[in-house]
């Protein structure tokens, strides 16, 4: 695949050859996704930048994508058991249910 190779297809041939199109994508290769005939989806490799862990973070904090903690995080997290007379799979249960 050349690279800036330009792939149009539609949404359940995407759907269906997904895998194959991201190993175009990551060989240079654009994927134009249609529905209906029109282009709604670009689909192209992520350019792979040389920037640090924190460096990253902080990129991704400044475009609003997350946001960071600025406490620290605790070191150990105390298991959860049941109380007695409660069983796990009650708590896992109660837990589950929508509030």
Sequence with gaps: ???GHKITVGVREAKAQ???LIAQARR???VD???RGKSVVQL???RQQELSGAARLQALEEHGSITCRRTPVPRTLRA???RRGQDLQTL???DREPR
């Design 1 to 3: 695949m050349l690279k």
């Design 18 to 20: 997904l895998t194959k």
């Design 28 to 30: 240079g290769a654009v």
């Design 33 to 35: 996704i249609t529905y």
């Design 44 to 46: 192209t490799a992520l």
């Design 80 to 82: 959860a058991r049941p």
């Design 92 to 94: 896992l249960q109660r």
